[in-house]
């Protein structure tokens, strides 16, 4: 499965054959096929893979912190933490959602729970935060604004306008 989830991630979905994924594995095609029937079943196992060690980053960010604007800012740290990785090759989770929403609108509805996963997240700590009503709004802001910065960093190659850019988003986080 980690050798299906490092394939999607870098040459997408689409473009990783079952072949693929059995060569990086270094395990016998028979042996994948035992559990998993197809390159559907992997992709599926991959997205649940991600929602629980999402749910895990998050579970811990939680219990080490007790003030909501510290998490919002380990939201942002992880994207600096694997910048020379996003710059590559994009968020794994808006890439992934991108891809499969041209085509695969079914297996995209369960990887967008990815995306709910961190907005519901976001949106908790927001009301923490005495946001009440604009929680939610201001979830989806920051969810978008982090792929934005990590799009357009990847799309120019520079890791220096995404540490500008996620600099300028703890700034506004400060400011909530």
Request: overall charge neutral; charged content about 30%.
């Amino acid at each position: 499965m980690e050798s299906a989830r490092q394939l999607f991630y870098q040459h997408g979905y689409e473009r990783t054959s079952f072949a693929d994924i059995v060569q990086a594995s270094g395990l016998l095609r028979g042996n994948i096929y035992h559990y998993f029937k197809s390159k559907d079943e992997i992709l599926e196992a991959v997205i649940d893979q991600h929602l629980k060690d999402f749910r895990g980053v998050l579970e811990k960010w939680d219990a080490k912190k007790d003030d909501p604007k510290a998490n919002l800012k380990a939201f942002v740290e992880m994207i600096v933490g694997r910048k020379s990785e996003l710059v590559e090759y994009g968020c794994p989770v808006g890439s992934l959602n991108i891809e499969l929403a041209k085509d695969r609108r079914e297996v995209q509805q369960h990887a967008a729970e990815l995306f709910d996963l961190f907005r519901n997240w976001l949106a908790e700590n927001l009301r923490k935060l005495g946001k009440g009503g604009e929680a939610d709004a201001l979830a989806l802001h920051l969810l978008g604004r982090a792929q934005g910065i990590v799009v357009i960093s990847q799309v120019y190659r520079d890791e220096k306008l995404l540490n500008q850019e996620t600099k300028l988003l703890r700034g506004w986080i400060d400011s909530l």
